[in-house]
């Protein structure tokens, strides 16, 4: 079963790939797109392999200039915190949105070091039929072994009308939830105090175990 490392990795991967507006009746486009797109991603993938070890923050700049245009880090940082958030200033809210994205960025990187090769089929693209704002993007990611891994994006249009990925699936198991959920594992045994469990969101992260809830789901 893929390790936490794998989930981030499937993760942040998938998010290079929506890149394309997604409005009612281009559903179709956008699978299309990120069809086409996949052998490209892959070989990014491929190129970035040994640039952790030779240069940490030229792989923490790349990863943000790739991703920060599409997933909204603050969103989904802001529900991790949860309720917590209420107890935040500005500048630990900004903060921690620092922390997860240098957190998820160090998980992709180690993870690049054992991936195999995989393939993507990307399913469909949904919008919502009930609010035209929302969408799902449904994807297998399929191991050299032959394993397949179902992933699902969860995707919103902001006000700019960009579509930004808000949360990920992976076999079953919520990221955004699991992530929260430590969140408020970590407030409860440091007592409340906040600023600690975002000094230490890294080990947090490192130690969250989400191939156990995988094998639950």
């Given at each position: 079963?893929?390790?936490?490392?794998?989930?981030?990795?499937?993760?942040?991967l998938m998010a290079l790939v929506l890149v394309m507006p997604a409005h009612a009746g281009e559903a179709e486009d956008l699978r299309n797109y990120v069809d086409e797109n996949t052998?490209?991603?892959?070989e990014k993938l491929n190129e970035e392999r040994g640039l952790y070890e030779r240069d940490p923050e030229?792989?923490?700049?790349s990863m943000d200039k790739a991703l920060t245009d599409?997933?909204?880090f603050r969103r989904i940082a802001a529900r991790v915190m949860g309720r917590y958030a209420r107890q935040t200033t500005p500048e630990q809210r900004d903060e921690f949105v620092v922390?997860?994205?240098r957190s998820l960025f160090d998980s992709?990187?180690?993870?690049?070091?054992n991936a195999e090769d995989f393939e993507i089929q990307v399913k469909e693209a949904t919008i919502n039929p009930q609010s035209d704002d929302r969408a799902s993007v449904q994807m297998e990611v399929i191991s050299a072994s032959g394993n397949?891994?179902?992933?699902?994006?969860?995707?919103?249009k902001n006000s700019e009308g960009k579509w930004l990925m808000e949360n990920v699936i992976v076999e079953g198991v919520n990221i955004g939830l699991a992530f929260r959920d430590r969140f408020s594992q970590e407030m409860e045994e440091n007592r409340g105090q906040i600023q600690v469990v975002i000094d230490g969101w890294s080990d947090?992260?490192?130690?969250?175990n989400l191939e156990r809830e995988v094998d639950n789901s």
């Open positions: 079963m893929f390790a936490l490392k794998h989930h981030i990795l499937l993760g942040l052998q490209r991603l892959v030229a792989f923490y700049e599409f997933v909204d922390k997860f994205k992709y990187a180690q993870a690049l070091v397949r891994y179902p992933v699902t994006y969860s995707m919103y947090a992260v490192e130690s969250l």
